[in-house]
């Protein structure tokens, strides 16, 4: 049974960075896609950060120049690695991933199967 397993959220100030991980259990990363998810209270689940099949990058424009999505498949687990954080980068974080190699995926979620419980990030000004 595939776990996805968040951790390193908390608090940071505007300005501040923290760094997520997710560590898959049950679950081999290489050649499938993994992702970023974030939801902000009131508001609809949002991409934010891609690491495809083929080891490319894709981010939310909100987030570019900022976040960083990077893998270990070594590990199977994938990483968030959040600079100059702003107050609106407040919520829910969730680790999101791809049962099947080679599958074609992006920041909408229709191609994700696995989901892990979510990491709460809070950014104070």
């Known amino acids: 049974q595939v776990q996805l397993v968040e951790s390193g959220g908390g608090s940071a100030q505007a300005g501040g960075s923290l760094r997520l991980s997710c560590a898959a259990a049950?679950?081999?990363?290489?050649?499938?896609?993994m992702a970023w998810f974030r939801q902000a209270p009131g508001k609809e689940r949002e991409g934010v950060a891609l690491s495809s099949s083929d080891g490319s990058t894709t981010y939310a424009d909100s987030v570019k120049g900022r976040f960083t999505i990077s893998r270990d498949n070594a590990k199977n687990t994938l990483y968030l690695q959040m600079n100059s954080l702003k107050p609106e980068d407040t919520a829910i974080y969730y680790c999101?991933?791809?049962?099947?190699?080679?599958?074609?995926?992006?920041?909408?979620?229709?191609?994700?199967?696995?989901w892990g419980q979510g990491t709460q990030v809070t950014v104070s000004s």
């Open positions: 049950g679950y081999t990363s290489s050649n499938r896609c």
């Open positions: 999101a991933a791809s049962k099947f190699r080679w599958a074609l995926c992006g920041l909408k979620s229709q191609w994700i199967d696995y």
